[in-house]
Every structure is written in structure tokens, then in C-alpha cells.
């Protein structure tokens, strides 16, 4: 019988919630690309309801316990005597959630013998060192397409708040102030923009195919190029290189797995490429970015604002500079943990384990790593440039 890590992030401080402001959330079958969403045998919790807290345990306990299995869930997961450290050194499974981040280093690995599967509950397992991983003979998987569209929503939301510059002016409107000449000061429109994506992949398009009826020019850079009827269709600019892309457009939003190739790859160099007046938003992963190099461009004015939900480390200390730069419109780690993300990758991890227990094939596409070596989405997305 197996015992399971399971990382998760603390219940909020008023307490696990007891009601909800919705009753339920919509069924979400099939993805754009024709993908089904997660189809374990059965679930054990109510979609719509929180499940990525320590409360929630992903709904996970019942399935495991009844075969068997030994379930810890915890969310002490940072120093060298965590819970996560103590409970690791015998476990065979762990599942953590990029919201709140496992970091599973070579260090960590070698103290856990036992330990074969890495579980993303959600997209983007850079949080574990996946060269270590393949070296230690790990299956590294995350539930692919889960919450790709919940980003892109939150990109979008994102998008035109900085271009419009929404929150400074909700902020007049809390403080009971009217003076609209300051509310507009930097209000733009972004109908005839241009709107680039840096890697397009499940995100990245339904970014594009989201920004389309706004009437803005959409460009792309991506290793992989998109169908052309796609390009067609979305009347798509294709650029070499993510700078060529940044010098044409108004708007970039990055999209990229976090690896050795696009750590910090966006630094004071790209900045400088950019037009004055730009803006960005990178709801992928914070390390892309060289955070000095980021505020400088924004204190000096080159850029006009920057969003995101996605830092480093995570949790961001309450003194992070990114909390505080200005003209930044930053969420907490949230856009793909939304309640109603929460339940497909809590069914695809769900999924994931059934099939690992029952020694059936983990779906192709949920593959970061496997057999020594980069597999799946993870020889498509992550191993490239
Ligand atoms: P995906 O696998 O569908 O697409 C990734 C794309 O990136 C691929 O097309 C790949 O070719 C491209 N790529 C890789 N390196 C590149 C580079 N250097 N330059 C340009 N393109 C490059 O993944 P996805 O579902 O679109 O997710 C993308 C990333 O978004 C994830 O890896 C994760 O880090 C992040 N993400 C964040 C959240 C969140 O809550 N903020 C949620 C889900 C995913």
C-alpha cells in the first residue's frame, strides 16, 4: 500500500467555506483541441466546491483510504524541518499544486527512496526538478488542459485592465473620490492594438482566439508553428523570435514553461526592445522574468504596466518589489485555481493515481516525465528551444 504526499495550500483564514455563491458550475466535457476532460471512475466531491485547501484534500481521501492507501496532506512545505521534509522520506507518491508550490529538488528526492510519482494537480511542474526526476526514475505528470482556459480568462481580464486602467480607477471609486480627469490619465483603448502571445500552445491560442473581437492585430512566437488554416483564421502574425514579436506589438503576454531555456529569458534587453508604452502580462511563471530589470523598466516609465500571477518563490515575501511597482496589476498565484478549475484537476489527479494503481497507462498528454526522460506534453513543450 502506498502513502501520499499531498501538498496543498492553507483554508482560508475565516474557515473552510460552508456555502458557495453559486450552486453550480458549469460541465466542461471536452477541451477546444477535442481533449475530454479528466474521466476517473467516479468522484467524491461536489464541483464548485473548494478543494485545493487542506480541507479539501482534492477529494482524494475516501477513493485512497477505501484501497488501502495512506493519505497526508499538509501545507508546511518551505526549510530544511517541514512537514513536507518529515513526511517525504517514506513517501511513494506526491501531489502538489503550482499555486503552492512542493519545490522538489534533487536534495529531497535523494532523502525520498520510495518516492515515484510527482503529481501536478494543475499545469506547469517546474516546481520539481525535472532533470533529477528522470535521473531518479520518476513519473513526473500534470493534468494537461485543466485550467489553460481559467488562465486565459484571467490573461484576457488582465489585458484590459492595464490597457484601460481599471483598478486604479475602482480604487477612486472606494476612496469616494470623482475626479475623472485623474481616472483617465492613462485609459486607453485597445481596439486596434497590437496583441502578441509568446508561446502558443493551450493557453497561448485561447489567448489569441479570446483577444480576436476586440479587433486588436495578433502575432505569435512559438517553437511550434500553429496550422495554417489557424494563422488564417485569426489573421496571425508569426515572428522568429520573442524579441521580433515584442518590437511589433503593444500588448505581450508570455505563455512559456519555466525551464533552464526561459529562466529570466525576459531581462532589461527585451525591455529595451519593446515599444515605450508597453505592457505585459505573464500569467505563466514569474521566474521568466528578471524582477530587477522589470521594475526599472516600469519606474522609468519604458514600460506603462505589467500583470501577472504568477511569482518567485511562491508564496511572494509581503515585501516582494513586485507588490509594490507601480502602474502592476498582480493577483496572488489564483487565475488557474478557480472553483471551477479546482474540480477538473482534482478529477485528472484523481484519474492519474486510478491509472497508476491500477497499472494502467497515465494519458499521453498528462506526461512531463517519464522513463528517463522527457515524454508527452513534456517532450513537446518543455524540451524545445
Ligand atoms: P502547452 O504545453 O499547451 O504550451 C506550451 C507552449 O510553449 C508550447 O507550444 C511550446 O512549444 C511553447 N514554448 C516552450 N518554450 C518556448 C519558448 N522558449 N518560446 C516560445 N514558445 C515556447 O501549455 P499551456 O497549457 O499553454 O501552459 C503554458 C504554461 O503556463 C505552463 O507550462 C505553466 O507554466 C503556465 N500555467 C500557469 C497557470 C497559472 O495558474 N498561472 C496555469 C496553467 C499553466
Not at 107 to 132: F, N, Q, Y
Not at 148 to 160: N, Q, R, Y
Not at 258 to 274: K, Q, S, V
Not at 305 to 323: I, K, L, N, S, V
Amino acid at each position: 500500500m502506498a502513502k501520499i504526499v499531498c501538498v496543498l495550500y492553507p483554508d482560508p483564514v475565516s474557515g473552510h467555506p460552508t456555502s458557495y455563491a453559486r450552486d453550480t458550475i458549469p460541465t466542461i466535457a471536452t477541451y477546444p483541441n477535442g481533449q475530454t476532460a479528466p474521466n476517473p471512475k467516479a468522484i467524491d466531491f461536489t464541483p464548485g466546491e473548494l478543494l485545493g485547501d487542506v480541507t479539501g484534500e482534492l477529494g482524494l481521501r475516501r477513493f485512497l483510504e477505501a484501497a488501502g492507501h495512506t493519505l497526508v496532506v499538509i501545507s508546511d512545505k518551505e526549510g530544511p524541518d517541514s512537514q513536507l521534509d518529515r513526511e517525504l522520506v517514506d513517501a511513494d507518491v506526491v501531489i502538489s499544486q503550482p499555486f503552492w508550490p512542493a519545490y522538489i529538488t534533487r536534495e529531497r528526492m535523494e532523502k525520498a527512496p520510495k518516492l515515484k510519482l510527482a503529481i501536478t494537480a494543475g499545469i506547469g511542474s517546474d516546481h520539481v526538478d525535472l532533470k533529477a526526476a528522470a535521473d531518479h526514475g520518476l513519473t513526473v505528470a500534470e493534468v494537461t488542459f485543466s485550467n489553460s482556459i481559467s488562465v486565459a480568462e484571467h490573461t484576457v481580464m488582465m489585458i484590459l485592465s492595464l490597457v484601460r486602467d481599471y483598478i486604479p480607477q475602482h480604487d477612486i471609486v472606494r476612496a469616494g473620490g470623482w475626479n475623472i480627469s485623474e481616472a483617465v490619465s492613462r485609459s486607453y483603448d485597445v481596439e486596434g492594438m497590437q496583441v502578441g502571445v509568446i508561446a502558443a500552445g493551450r493557453i497561448g491560442l485561447a489567448v489569441l482566439r479570446r483577444m480576436k473581437p476586440f479587433d486588436v492585430g495578433l502575432h505569435y512566437f512559438d517553437f511550434h508553428r500553429l496550422p495554417a488554416d489557424v494563422e488564417k483564421e485569426l489573421a496571425l502574425t508569426y515572428h522568429p523570435s520573442a524579441q521580433a514579436l515584442a518590437a511589433a506589438c503593444d500588448v505581450v503576454s508570455i505563455h512559456t514553461p519555466l525551464t533552464p531555456a526561459t529562466d529570466t529569458m525576459f531581462d532589461a534587453d527585451f525591455f529595451a526592445g519593446m515599444k515605450r508604452g508597453s505592457y505585459i502580462v505573464n500569467n505563466a511563471r514569474g521566474k521568466l522574468i528578471d524582477h530587477e530589470a522589470l521594475v526599472a523598466a516600469l519606474e522609468s516609465g519604458h514600460l506603462a504596466g505589467y500583470a501577472g500571477d504568477t511569482w518567485y518563490p511562491q508564496p511572494a515575501p509581503a515585501d516582494h518589489p513586485w507588490r509594490s511597482m507601480p502602474h502592476n496589476g498582480m493577483t496572488p498565484h489564483t487565475s488557474g485555481t478557480s472553483l471551477s478549475a479546482q474540480a477538473r484537476y482534482a478529477a485528472g489527479t484523481r484519474e492519474i493515481l486510478e491509472c497508476w494503481f491500477d497499472g494502467r497507462p497515465i494519458r499521453d498528454e498528462y506526461l512531463i516525465i517519464a522513463g528517463g526522460g522527457y515524454a508527452g506534453t513534456g517532450a513537446h513543450s518543455y524540451a524545445v528551444g
